[in-house]
């Protein structure tokens, strides 16, 4: 923890000053991408404690205002108010084949089988990923949960109680954070404690623990065997999904970790 702290405390001093599955084509035109095939998302959601069927109308909507029609959407919804759930396409082999990259907006905290993880971690590997709030914490007590943990880049057990807090822009020249303000007060939400980093992450925005009394990664990017992947535990309430800085962020790691950006 001590090494971790004094990571994200020397970076802040380093600022300048129901089983279905549902094809949904995005028709809204854009031309900023217009050259390239459309991208191919899964969205996989469901599980306990947020109102995920609220956040899947709130996300599917701003990547068809902001994506039109270059975006085509497969959205996995299942185990609503089941934190044990284990997602039935994950289950299979190649799973993430057919897909550009895949948001997981889930709340499968309490899975503990060990094997599942593993094997949807190593079918995922190729396939990149964006992760937001309770994704970080889904599979988590899958003990050993080591391939989650190295996938994200961290490993992060707990949170502090939900607040508004402050949300500081790291790295304000990066293409994720564009538009980001230097400092973002977030709606209520939860700051994720993190207890070890697992791998080389690029935090982009940092949050203040006020119950631990140190600064943790909330924006960050990582990249894994040759697949990139993008995370942020901001996103408990639906407020958050409707404000534009949030979705901004979440529209643009989308095209971070596809390389479009």
């Known amino acids: 923890m001590d090494i971790l702290q004094n990571n994200m405390q020397n970076k802040y001093k380093s600022i300048p000053g129901m089983l279905f599955l549902v094809s949904i084509f995005l028709l809204f035109s854009t031309n900023s991408f217009s050259q390239d095939p459309p991208i191919r998302i899964l969205l996989a959601t469901g599980g306990g404690w947020h109102d995920y069927e609220s956040q899947e109308i709130l996300l599917t909507r701003a990547i068809e205002e902001h994506l039109g029609e270059q975006a085509i959407i497969t959205v996995l919804h299942e185990g609503n108010s089941e934190p044990d759930h284990h997602l039935s396409v994950f289950q299979e082999e190649n799973w993430a084949a057919g897909y550009n990259v895949v948001i997981h907006n889930t709340g499968f905290g309490r899975v503990t089988d060990p094997e599942f993880v593993a094997q949807f971690v190593k079918h995922h590997k190729g396939t990149p990923a964006v992760l937001i709030h309770a994704a970080i914490h889904s599979y988590r007590f899958a003990e050993p949960a080591d391939p989650w943990f190295r996938f994200i880049g961290l490993r992060s057990m707990r949170h502090e109680a939900q607040r508004e807090f402050e949300v500081e822009n790291l790295e304000p020249e990066h293409p994720i954070m564009a538009g980001f303000p230097d400092s973002w007060v977030s709606p209520v939400d939860e700051v994720y404690v993190v207890e070890e980093l697992w791998g080389e992450i690029t935090p982009l925005a940092l949050g203040w623990g006020m119950e631990t009394e140190t ?17 942020t535990t901001l996103g408990h309430n639906n407020e958050t999904f409707e404000k534009p800085e949030f979705i901004n962020v979440i529209i643009n790691g989308i095209l971070w970790a596809v390389d479009r950006l």
């Open 215 to 231: 600064w943790y990664p909330v924006i960050w990017t990582h990249e894994i065997e040759n697949t990139r992947v993008f995370a």
